[in-house]
């Protein structure tokens, strides 16, 4: 499985024992019996497998022994690979490589016509935080339109379950990809109410070795000789492996009720500063003085430290003692959410960047946005630059 993640990603990967060491804790021990009884003669449908976590979750599905794996992606060359790595390690799957957009309708409902998955796992989205904040319109359509597609296709075509991977930048957010993600769930647990399709939401901390992370730009900047950039030397993150944030996802699958946000139990957060300083180590340089570190300043949308949920909000242990749910996740209701939609939808149509803004702070009203998305930009050229 290892060689074959090494082929399907675009990106360098870190060697094993940098992963587990940079992590500072031991990953969450996953029972994959349950897992495999889940998956086993299953038709499963993975979106944006040919991502990083997609690709790890369509190999760790592999291994199961489903009755069919369908990998969902708009990626052309990333998801060919993905079925070539899959058909040399696993010649016995029956895996269907289907290209569309999730933000089409037409091409979701092809796929879940075609093969009416029982257990689906959305993993396709948008992540990069400073990046997307000068693309607030494709943000929303991507995170909170595709999902709310892809969720009403499950459910339509009679799939168990949904399971969606969400992200600890939905906590608080300051981002429009944090305020996607955090509206993303809040649909979910709206629309549960109205089908027997059980939908969850799993919330990961940054994911070392996935693509653009800061674990796999550092590496790439320790092999070009430094400097690596490091925003702040109080940012701290809570990280973790491929494999085990894939795990958790597919652990999700196997214990949901629907309507639940699943919350692994991560540790202390660790300082982006020392990652760097200890992968430089761990690839054998010595940090500041043979490979330097620059601290560039805040980045738009980051924050300096990230929640996987807040304080005054009741967890509820699962049978794996490190992966709890949030009881009460949200009280959006599915008229408000159709009603968001509309007017998301609307906003997005006439270009007006700052209503779009506003919308999303009624929907996740804990979502602080940076002031220049509240500064008018209705149908102007400027608003197109910058959406
Ligand atoms: N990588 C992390 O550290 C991390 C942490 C927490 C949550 N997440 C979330 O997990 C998801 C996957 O992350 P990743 O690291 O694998 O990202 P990635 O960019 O490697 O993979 C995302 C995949 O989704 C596909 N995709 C995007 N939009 C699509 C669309 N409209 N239709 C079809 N395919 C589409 C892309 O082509 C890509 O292959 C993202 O939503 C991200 O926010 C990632």
Redesign the pocket.
């Known amino acids: 499985m290892k060689q074959m993640q090494r082929n399907i990603q675009s990106t360098p990967t870190l060697p094993d024992s940098a992963t587990q060491e940079l992590l500072g804790r031991t990953p969450i021990p996953i029972d994959m019996q349950s897992i495999r009884e889940k998956m086993q003669g299953k038709v499963v449908l993975v ?10 979750i369509c190999s760790q599905i592999a291994a199961c022994a489903p009755g069919a794996l369908i990998g ?4 052309e060359t ?2 060919f690979h993905l079925q070539r790595g899959l058909a040399k390690e696993f010649p016995e799957l029956a895996f269907h490589a289907e290209i ?5 309708f037409e ?1 979701v409902d092809r796929v879940f016509n075609r093969y009416h998955p029982s257990i689906v796992f ?7 935080v400073p990046l997307m904040e000068r693309h607030v319109f494709a943000t929303v ?3 909170l339109f ?1 999902t709310c597609i892809a969720a009403e296709a499950a459910a339509a075509n009679g799939a168990e379950c949904f399971i969606r ?5 939905a906590v608080l957010p300051t981002s429009v ?1 944090g305020a996607t ?1 955090r509206a993303a769930e809040l649909a979910l647990v709206a629309m549960q109410k109205s089908t027997g399709t059980k939908f969850a939401s799993v ?6 070795g ?4 800061a674990s796999t730009v550092f590496a790439e900047q320790i092999a070009a000789g430094g400097p690596l950039t490091v925003t702040y030397p109080a940012m701290e993150r809570y990280f ?1 492996t ?1 494999r085990e ?1 894939s795990q958790v996802v597919l652990y999700a699958a196997s214990v949901c009720q629907g309507g639940e946000i699943f919350v692994p139990e991560l540790g202390t957060p660790v300082k982006v500063l020392d990652l760097a300083e200890k992968l430089i180590r761990l690839l054998g340089r010595e940090p500041h003085c043979e490979i330097r570190i620059e601290f560039t300043g805040a980045r738009p949308g980051e924050k300096l430290s990230e929640h996987l949920s807040l304080p005054q909000q009741a967890l509820t242990s699962t049978k794996q003692p490190e992966i709890r749910t949030i009881s009460s996740a949200g009280d959006l209701d599915l008229y408000r959410l159709r009603d968001f939609r509309k007017t998301l939808q609307r906003a997005i149509g006439l270009h007006d960047r700052k209503r779009v803004v506003e919308f999303l702070t009624q929907m996740v009203p804990e979502y602080i946005p940076a002031p220049e998305h509240l500064e008018n930009t209705a149908a102007t050229g400027a608003s197109r630059k910058t959406q």
Do not use: Y
């Open positions: 979106t944006g497998a040919a991502g990083s976590i997609g690709s790890e969902f992606d708009q990626a990333p998801i569309g957009s999730l933000t089409r091409d959305h993993a396709a989205g948008l992540k990069h359509e991507n995170n595709g991977v969400s992200t600890d930048k990809i993600k919330r990961l901390g940054n994911v070392l996935s693509s653009g992370s973790m491929l944030s």
